[in-house]
């Protein structure tokens, strides 16, 4: 009895060493999981650095290529040895502002109603209907603009003055597209916010509009910031919209109701055909995707800055 007693406190007192262990052992797993997930997220990013660089390097040192056209000059014909990348800029820009113009104020504006004054009842409604936007493909958009966007505008500003392709409807379109992802990412910001916030706005007799614009938004401007700052790059490297919808004329234009041809829908275009590889045209593919990453990156930059020197007034 004596023995068995003995032998009972024994693994009593190892049991609780065993699972401390096991528990350990847990811990190391997950932590090596999420180690090796980050470390491949960055072994991602730098390795397709190295490969936009290193292919958009044989394009710059090709004789026919020189770093003052290609920044310089805004015409882009391969055909002719005319390498100037501003012509597939500015469609790229122009396409990307519309769609923020369109996307930030529609998206604010429903992300404040479905936070601040929407019922339980129409949130479950209203929220899934904008979530299914973003599962729309984007060739359905692309055909969406071309054959109901287009023709709605070329109704009321006239069909002499805007074509077939032009970037406006494109750009519209894009907006709607990125739309859901602005709302929801805002409308998840806002909820963050403290209840006390609102109940101290509603005690100094602020009404409810006042309380949502001139408290509740500054408090989540950050977050707000942050699905702008998707919303852009969304936008930016959007490809099937402006591909059917914009055209294909690499032209330099800022007049939405022209036809220009995109950064993506160029690359799109031109990496479908046959092009030999290693030649002039093969590599400038590489060199305009180099340029689309610098200017995403920029972008990104410029907007990080924006939302921090914002978010130090409310801290």
Known sequence: MQAAAKQETVNTTFRPKILKRKLRLGESAIEAGLFIVGFLTIFVTVSIVIVLGDQALLFFLDPEVTLAEFFMSTKWVPAIGEFGIWALVS??????????????????????????????????????????????????????????????????????????????????????????????MSEDALSA???????????????????????????????????????????????????IASGATSEFTFNPL?????????????????LPYGTVDYNSLFAIALMLFLVTLALNIVSQWIVTKFREQYE
């Open 258 to 274: 022209k036809a220009a041809e995109t950064m993506t829908a160029h690359i799109a275009r031109i990496s479908g055909g046959d």
């Open 91 to 184: 469609a790229t820009l122009t396409t990307s502002a519309i769609a923020i113009l369109v996307a930030v104020p529609l998206g604010l504006s429903a992300a404040i109603y479905l936070s601040e004054y929407a019922s339980h009842r129409a949130r479950a409604v209203l929220k899934p209907v904008l979530e299914i936007l973003a599962g729309i493909p984007t060739v359905v958009y692309g055909y969406f603009a071309l054959l109901f966007v287009t023709p709605l505008l070329r109704e009321l500003i006239g069909s002499e003055r805007i074509g077939v392709y032009n970037m406006l409807s494109a750009g519209l379109v894009m907006g709607i597209m990125i739309l859901p992802l602005i709302s929801s």
């Open 193 to 243: 916010v403290p209840n006390s916030l609102r109940e101290a706005a509603y005690a100094m007799g602020a009404t409810p509009f006042e309380a949502s614009t001139q408290v509740v938004l500054p408090a989540a401007l950050s977050g707000i910031g942050a699905a702008v700052i998707v919303g852009i790059s969304r936008a930016v490297g959007e490809t099937m919209i402006v591909a």
